[in-house]
């Protein structure tokens, strides 16, 4: 267990940064999430079926797969204040092309283009994120997440209203737009300067932070090697757990209102599973730097595979409308944390290049959110989803097997 961190008083060079990244991740969630509510009228605007229509929407995860590897050599040439503000600007620019799409595969190349810019942007967001979390010399990326899934939701609640009063497509986006567009540029004046590794200096000098790299010690030991044999197995470790929250978030958001239906819940009753479910997650991350301060990344990941596992396995085990929204939350609070560490694990890898690690990581993350619903939903069709959601129960258990390899401590000895 790691002892509680001596309270910093940030500058106010790192507060300014803080205030700014985090709105660059409230305004990533915003511009995607506003397209969201508009997917009926979209789709009925093409005339075309659900299999069609879910074939065009799977062009956003396909070109946040394809092009998510190119985010770290974007950060290297142009570092990832610019990347991530302007890569914001140009992703609200994009889905300006979407009300004039004549066609399900024209709608289908759009959502790429929109996809395959996210998958730049958050990696370059995170990396960013985690410039700022070494200035504050404490955690704060889990809350920065909790700001994206705020963001997600404001996004939400303004595509639902104009979806409402049918405002025009065009309108709305040109709206959202600009006004996410000005957020991003003028956030980007208070973001941090100068190269990625501006901020690892003290750390490098700090006797104390290599205690706190022992999940892999010989990875530690490779020195500016890149790519040995204990970097790719501690980047595929990281891979895993990243793609453990991705199946447990998939779970929440596509698989609880169908679960809870089977128990024979009503229809609002059964979409509160993904509400819970993002609740819990929110708070979970708004609240999680204290708590992973206090103990260490670690313990709190495997405490939370343990909330996970035991919350889903007991709704499993005994199935009833209470006790699903009751492991839904669990679970939502149990993975709240292990994607940001993942990632603060991966930028911390020695021997790679700027945002290498965390660029990999980030795009194994998003092959698990593509693969997630196929692999449930198959187990769903041979079985009954009851046994695809042990895929749940699954995740929490590797997650408390890996958790050894995140590195424990997310700030540098004052």
């Known amino acids: 267990m790691s002892s509680a961190v001596p309270s910093i008083a940030p500058t106010r060079r790192a507060f300014l940064a803080r205030a700014a990244v985090a709105a660059l991740f409230l305004t990533n969630g915003a511009v995607f999430f506003n397209i969201v509510p508009r997917y009926p009228q979209i789709k009925a605007d093409l005339g075309v079926g659900n299999a069609v229509f879910g074939t065009a929407v799977a062009g956003y995860s396909i070109g946040a797969l394809l092009a998510g590897l190119l985010a770290g050599a974007a950060i290297r040439r142009f570092g990832s204040a610019r990347v991530a503000a302007f890569g914001i600007v140009i992703t609200a620019l994009a889905t300006l092309a979407i009300p004039f799409v004549p066609n399900w595969v024209a709608f289908g190349g759009a959502l790429f283009v929109v996809g395959a810019l996210d998958a730049i942007v958050d990696v370059a967001q995170n ?62 004046r208070f973001l941090l300067p100068g190269p990625e590794d501006a901020e690892r200096s003290a750390e490098a000098h700090d006797p104390a932070a290599a205690d706190d790299h022992a999940a892999a010690p010989s990875t530690r030991r490779a020195g500016r090697r890149s790519f040995t044999g204990p970097a790719v197995r501690m980047l595929a470790a990281l891979g895993v757990l990243a793609a453990c929250g991705a199946l447990v978030e998939d779970a929440g958001a596509s698989w609880g209102a169908l679960f809870l239906t089977g128990l024979h819940a009503d229809a609002a009753t059964a979409g509160l599973a993904v509400v819970v479910f993002q609740t819990a997650m929110t708070v979970g991350r708004l609240s999680g730097d204290r708590v992973v301060d206090r103990f260490g990344q670690r313990a709190v990941a495997r405490a939370g595979g343990v909330l996970a596992a035991a919350g889903m396995g007991a709704a499993l085990a005994v199935p009833s409308i209470p006790a699903a929204l009751a492991g839904f939350t669990l679970a939502g609070l149990g993975f709240a944390t292990l994607i940001p560490a993942a990632m603060h694990t991966a930028d911390e890898l020695p021997g790679l290049p700027p945002g290498t690690g965390l660029t990999i990581v980030s795009w194994l993350l998003r092959g698990g959110f593509l693969l997630s619903p196929l692999l449930v939903g198959a187990v769903a069709d041979l079985l009954s989803l009851r046994a695809g959601l042990l895929s749940v129960v699954l995740a929490g258990l590797v997650t408390i097997v890996l958790a050894r390899v995140l590195t424990d401590r997310t700030h540098a000895s004052a």
């Open 127 to 188: 990396a960013h994120g985690l410039r700022v979390q070494r200035l504050y010399r404490r955690s704060i990326l889990n809350s920065l997440h909790g700001v994206w899934s705020i963001g997600a939701v404001l996004g939400g609640l303004m595509g639902s209203a104009a979806a409402g009063l049918r405002l025009p497509l065009t309108i709305h986006l040109g709206i959202s737009a600009t006004l996410f567009s000005l957020v991003a540029v003028v956030a980007h």
